[in-house]
Structures are given as structure tokens and as C-alpha cells.
């Protein structure tokens, strides 16, 4: 008689499949089959010896949560900008670096500079990293290339990560991150071009999403809202890089095209986080950067908290502003600077992170749900959003398969 699972583990589950708490199951059991979770519960309701249910059994001793979801990164990128870093410490601003041509820009010229195995070679490892400390899925953008080949040669390069790890990649066309220097002085032009670029790409199958960096040294609201009515015109979804470095109405403006999410938001302000709730658009939390630039300004966190919008957080991986590869510790920074506790991190980087990218299949440990999950060396989930880095994560699992 063929096996009832493909494989079972056994340990203790936090779910994460209730409202509140970690949906704890102390003495549980995940089992799977054809890559979806098949069985979530206790131990003692599997009805038969483990060992004659499934095809392979794992003792779990720890805890197994859902697999992370990073929801934003810019990991596909060349080079490095530790110099940068450096200027920044000696009270440079990002907007200074920025504004002399530096900052993206820089990693504009090392992007274009470089053949699309050199990208793939320096990127995989940063995915690797995120893989091992236990997220399975990712969200990669473009944004380092601002023209048609380079901007193609990013989004080519994030399928091929999730085609080499075997993880869920999914991309979005942030074409409208800086002007590049061919547009100089002409950002309407080059929104032109953002917007010929797009259906070309898409037809590609490169692009999953649409995001811009709506921001005094990025592009205007209008200019965002011309991208999006080009997104909208090929039903694709959009996100955005909203209030970050201060208030343009961002979060409204991804609201009222019924973003998925507005990123950073900082700044945003009761009017965009109560369009946001109209909306459903997720806030994503991104306290890397945050703490990178020693910024000061928290996003609004009780108004979205009374309002209901649901906080996701990611990483944001990326040379300039959060050079972070590991979504836990996104997890910690999040819990220090903006006082989330341990269990909203958690959600926040699994249930709400999943919603980010329009995503119901995964984010807690559920029946029909993709069988991805992590078994980590810890006594209680809420360590997770505890340790400074570390290696906790003892198996990564997307759709059943070990992958690390
Ligand atoms: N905001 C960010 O935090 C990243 N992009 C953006 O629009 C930073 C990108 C970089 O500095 O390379
Ligand atoms: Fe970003």
C-alpha cells in the first residue's frame, strides 16, 4: 500500500493559522504530500505509526514554523558600497550621495558593467544566505539597471536564483527606482521609456510586479501614477517605495491603484494609512534600512495597528541603504527599533509578508497550503525574533523539499 504522506515531521508547530498567538501545537505533526501539507495536528490524532504513514519520518526537536517570506529585496545587484558607507559616517546623507551621482547610480554602472553569469555569480550567495537562515520565498526587483537590456538582464538573472535553489522568486519592474544619466533633466522622457519597456518585459514573463521609488531624489506622484496606469493597463499588480525619506502621499497613491503593499512608509501619514486599510494594502516594514541610515523617524505604527493594516517585514537587501541577508535578524531589528513583539515578527515575516506579494498558498502551517516550513533549534518561537544572528535554522523546506 503506498504510503498516506510523502513525509512527515514530527515536533512542536507553531501554526500561526489563528488570529492571535503562535497557534501552538506542542507535541505535533506536519505531514505532506505532492508538496502541499496534507496533515496538521497533534501527534497522538495521526491515526498509525508514523513510520507506516509516511515515506520519510523526521524527529523535529525544536520548532517548526512556516517558511519565511522575504516580500522586498534588491538582491540581484554587482559591487559593493562599503565606500559609500563610509562617507555616510563621516556625515555625508544618502540624499547628498545620491544627488552627486553616486548611490544608485554607482551600482547603475556596476550592474551595467557586468555579463549576466557575473550577476547571477555575485547574487546567488545573498540568496543562498536568506535560503539558510529560512526563507524560501522572494521577492526581487530590478532597479540597478534603468535600461531596457540591463533592466531585463536583472529580472533574467532573479528567475534563474529561483530556478537554481529550487525556491519561489517572484519579481517586480522597478524600472522608475533613479534617472539614469542618458535621461538627465528629463524624467517625463524617461517615464516614456519605463512605460515602452514594460509590456516587452512582460511578454518576457519577467515581470510578476510593478514598484517605483516615489521620493524627492526618485520620481514624482505623477510620474508613479503614469507607471502604474501602465501596470494597470496589463493587469499587473503594484507596490510601492512609499514615504521613506518623507511625505509624498505614496501610500495613498499605491492605495488607490490597490497596491499590494507600500513600502518603508515612515513617513506616511493618517490619511495614507487609512487609505491603506480601505485598500488592503500591506505596510512592509523595512528596519534594515532603517537602521542602516540611522533614521529616527518611525513609521506610524499604532495608526496602522488601529486601522488593521497588516505589517510585513522583509529586508530589503540591497548595497546602499541595507546590506541585510537574513530575514530573522530583519525579524530582530524590527522587535528592538520598532518595538514589534516577537509573534508580529513572525507574522510579519510569513502570513502578512505572503499577502505582500498576493500570495494565500503559503505563510502558516495549514492544510492545503504549499508545504513550506522551517525546523529551528529553539525552545520557544519567540527566540526567532530574539538572537543576533547565529544559525538556528536546522531544515528549510519548500513544497516538501529539503533545500537547506
Ligand atoms: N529605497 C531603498 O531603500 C533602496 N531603494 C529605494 O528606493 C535603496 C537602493 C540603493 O541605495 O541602492
Ligand atoms: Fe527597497
Not at 51 to 68: C, H, K, M, R
Not at 261 to 279: K, L, N
Not at 325 to 334: D, K, T
Request: charged residues 20%; hydrophobic residues 45%; proline residues 5%.
Amino acid at each position: 500500500m503506498p504510503a498516506l504522506y510523502d513525509g512527515l515531521i514530527l515536533g512542536s508547530l507553531a501554526t500561526l493559522d489563528v488570529a492571535h498567538g503562535y497557534g501552538e501545537i506542542a507535541d505535533g505533526a506536519l505531514g505532506w504530500r505532492d508538496g502541499l501539507l496534507s496533515f496538521v495536528g497533534p501527534r497522538e490524532t495521526l491515526g498509525g505509526d508514523p513510520g507506516q504513514l509516511a515515506a520519510e519520518v523526521i524527529e523535529a526537536d525544536g520548532w517548526i514554523t512556516p517558511s519565511l517570506v522575504d516580500c522586498h529585496t534588491h538582491l540581484v545587484f554587482a559591487g559593493d558600497r562599503a565606500r559609500e558607507f563610509e562617507q555616510r559616517l563621516q556625515g555625508a546623507s544618502y540624499e547628498d550621495i545620491a544627488r552627486a551621482g553616486g548611490g544608485i547610480l554607482s551600482t547603475v554602472r556596476a550592474v551595467r558593467a557586468a555579463s549576466e553569469a557575473d550577476l547571477l555569480r555575485e547574487s546567488l550567495p545573498r540568496a543562498r544566505a536568506l535560503l539558510a537562515d529560512g526563507a524560501t520565498t522572494l521577492e526581487i526587483k530590478s532597479g540597478y539597471g534603468l535600461d531596457f537590456d540591463n533592466e531585463r538582464k536583472i529580472l533574467r538573472v532573479a528567475r534563474a536564483i529561483g530556478d537554481a535553489l529550487g525556491i519561489a522568486v517572484h519579481t517586480s519592474y522597478l524600472a522608475a527606482h533613479a534617472l539614469p544619466p542618458e535621461f538627465a533633466g528629463n524624467p517625463d522622457g524617461y517615464i516614456d521609456a519605463v512605460v515602452e519597456w514594460l509590456p516587452r518585459l512582460h511578454r518576457e514573463g519577467l515581470v510578476d510586479a510593478v514598484d517605483a521609488f516615489c521620493e524627492g531624489i526618485g520620481f514624482s506622484p505623477a510620474q508613479t501614477r503614469r507607471v502604474f496606469e501602465a501596470a494597470r493597463a496589463l493587469g499587473l499588480p503594484v507596490k510601492l517605495h512609499a514615504d521613506q525619506l518623507s511625505d509624498l502621499g505614496g501610500a495613498a497613491l499605491a492605495a488607490a491603484f490597490d497596491g499590494l503593499s507600500a513600502d518603508h512608509v515612515e513617513h506616511t501619514s493618517d490619511a495614507g494609512v487609512r487609505a491603506m486599510a480601505e485598500a488592503g494594502t500591506v505596510a512592509v516594514l523595512l528596519p534594515g534600512a532603517f537602521h542602516v541610515l540611522r533614521e529616527t523617524k518611525l513609521p506610524p505604527l499604532d495608526a496602522f495597528r488601529a486601522h488593521g493594516v497588516p505589517m510585513a517585514l522583509a529586508t530589503d537587501c540591497n548595497p546602499g541603504t541595507s546590506p541585510l541577508q537574513s530575514l530573522r535578524q530583519a525579524m530582530q531589528l524590527a522587535c528592538t527599533h520598532f518595538r514589534l513583539t516577537p509573534e508580529d515578527a513572525l507574522r510579519g515575516a510569513t502570513v502578512h509578508a505572503s499577502r505582500a506579494l498576493g500570495l494565500q498558498d503559503r505563510g502558516v502551517l495549514r492544510v492545503g497550503t504549499r508545504a513550506d516550513f522551517v525546523h529551528w533549534r529553539v525552545r520557544h518561537p519567540a527566540e526567532l525574533g530574539y538572537w543576533l544572528g547565529g544559525q538556528l535554522a536546522d531544515g528549510v523546506y519548500a513544497a516538501g523539499r529539503r533545500l537547506a
